[in-house]
């Protein structure tokens, strides 16, 4: 894209952009994204706080779309200049069935390259996940690693599967010419577990602790650290992508990039206490209460009786096979690549992340504070 001192001229559009993570991108884009003259926010569920983004100087184009539509997508895309591609199917509580997170997370990104190719819109950043890379299901620590750590992302659940393939095809996409000749530049950004404002996860486990009397009972050890990132500043680093893909096109080019911050490194439950604790929660026990094999039991009999009760209803406990290996196993990130790359810093400090994300959990309904 040309630069211009002159008016706004960019069109963006963010797929997902009213989920956890794309409605913090949306806002980030509005606030700090000066060439920005028109956003399109494209995803299978509006939200109804859309109506309030229309009154500023950027034309918020809302659209209502399934990424699984080709032809919904191609229209979209046609005469965009940018497009971050951050909607999936974000489920390991047995939510959607595998063929359906396929059919969104890998079917959907294919859609969303070839309506970049036929309309000749040259950058696609895509939001991977941790979880292309690990952890793996042979339970393999990830102990402050980076994108060059070697690792063996081995995977059997449907989510990990669907978005190490659906980065693969982004990142070979890479170089592909587009309508008008010109290359196709894509990245992939790979945040850690995303926390803040508007977390479903972190919601429900306030809600447990609060049907518990106040308590949440430890699972994970203490020393099982799992890498986790501001919501803010991973919205932070997509804005910075897509503003620095065009100029350095040659070096991000088909790159990926860990999202990370300066959030502690913690057990995934010691780290949810950080926002939950000054809310009213307590974490028992120093340690897990039930034994591994215990717990590997009742997670498999949450299994069992998600099955059973499939034809009458979706039993989603957060323990579950799955995310108890994946708790029950480090994965931490230590890297400077965007830095180095296209100069990101995070924008919120550990301390502001945590205030936020505090002041939102005390507005969650049955908040006790
Ligand atoms: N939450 C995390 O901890 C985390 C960590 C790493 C990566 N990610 C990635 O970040 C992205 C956003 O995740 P999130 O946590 O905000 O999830 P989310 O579920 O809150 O948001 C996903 C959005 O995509 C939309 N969507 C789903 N299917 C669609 C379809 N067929 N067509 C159009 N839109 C569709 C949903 O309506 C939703 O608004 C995902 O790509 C996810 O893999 C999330
Ligand atoms: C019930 C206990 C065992 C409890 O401690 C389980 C926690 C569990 C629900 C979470 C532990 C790690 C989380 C995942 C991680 O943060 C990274 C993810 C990648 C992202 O792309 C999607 C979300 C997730 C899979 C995230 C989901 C919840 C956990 C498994």
């Not at 050890?221 to 620095?244: I, K």
């Not at 039930?290 to 997670?299: S, T």
Request: net charge positive; with cysteine.
């Amino acid at each position: 894209m040309a630069e211009s001192a002159q008016a706004p001229k960019l069109v963006y559009l963010v797929t997902g952009g009213c989920g956890f993570l794309g409605e913090h991108i949306v806002r980030m884009l509005l606030e700090r994204e000066p060439k920005l003259r028109e956003l399109r926010i494209f995803d299978l569920h509006l939200s109804p706080w859309l109506e309030e983004l229309k009154t500023g100087p950027v034309q918020v184009t809302a659209i209502q779309g399934d990424v699984t539509q080709a032809h919904e997508v191609a229209a979209a895309v046609a005469g965009a200049h940018v497009v971050i591609h951050t909607a999936s199917l974000v489920d390991v509580f047995g939510r959607a069935n595998p063929k359906t997170i396929h059919e969104v997370n890998v079917q959907g990104t294919m859609n969303v390259i070839e309506a970049c190719v036929q309309a000749g819109t040259q950058f696609l950043v895509y939001t991977s996940s941790m979880e292309v890379v690990g952890p793996n299901f042979k339970g393999h620590p990830f102990y402050r690693g980076n994108e060059d750590t070697p690792y063996e992302a081995a995977h059997t659940h449907p989510y990990p599967c669907s978005k190490a393939l659906a980065e693969r095809l982004v990142l070979e996409a890479n170089g592909r010419k587009v309508r008008g000749g010109m290359p196709l530049v894509t990245c992939a950004l790979r945040p850690t577990g995303i926390y803040g404002e508007g977390h479903q996860i972190m919601r429900d486990f306030y809600h447990q602790g609060l049907r518990l009397g106040g308590r949440l009972f430890r699972t994970i050890p203490a020393s099982v650290e799992h890498g986790r990132v501001y919501v803010g500043n991973v919205a932070w680093m997509h804005v910075l992508v897509a503003r620095e893909l065009p100029p350095r096109a040659p070096l991000m080019g088909g790159q990926v990039y860990f999202c990370y911050d300066k959030s502690p490194y913690k057990s995934y439950e010691d780290f949810n206490m950080e926002f939950l604790g000054p809310c009213g929660l307590r974490l028992v026990g120093t340690r897990p209460l039930l034994p591994y094999w215990l717990l590997f039991i009742l997670a498999t009999l949450n299994a069992l009786l998600q099955y059973l009760l499939r034809p009458l209803l979706l039993y989603t406990p957060l323990l579950n096979p799955y995310t108890l290996a994946v708790a029950n196993t480090t994965f931490t990130v230590s890297t400077n690549k965007a830095q180095r790359h296209f100069g990101y810093e995070p924008l919120f400090s550990w301390e502001d992340s945590r205030r936020r994300t505090i002041r939102w959990v005390q507005t969650i309904k049955g908040s006790v504070q």
